[in-house]
C-alpha cells in the first residue's frame, strides 16, 4: 500500500480561545514541501472579512513552526 503524501497541505480549525477582534477566527497548520523536497511546517491563522463591496473573505497569515532547540535557545 503506498503511504499518503500530505506536503501541501494543512487543515483549519475554529479557535475556540478567541477572545478579542484581534484574535484569528480559524487556526491551524500546514505543511509545504520545498522545491529542494524539504517539508517545512506552518501555523496557519485566518480572520473572517468584509470588503468594502460587501464580499467576505478570508485574511490569512502563517506561521514556520519552530523546533524545540530554537524555542528554548535564549537571544545573546
Do not use: C
Not at 41 to 61: D, I, R
Amino acid at each position: 500500500m503506498a503511504e499518503y503524501d500530505n506536503s501541501n497541505s494543512g487543515a483549519l480549525f475554529e479557535n475556540d480561545k478567541r477572545t478579542t477582534e484581534k484574535h484569528p477566527h480559524l487556526r491551524g497548520s500546514a505543511t509545504i514541501k520545498t522545491p529542494d523536497g524539504e517539508l517545512v511546517e506552518y501555523w496557519v491563522s485566518a480572520w473572517q472579512k468584509t470588503s468594502k463591496n460587501g464580499n467576505e473573505f478570508f485574511s490569512l497569515s502563517f506561521e514556520q513552526k519552530k523546533n524545540k532547540e530554537e524555542k528554548t535557545e535564549k537571544p545573546k
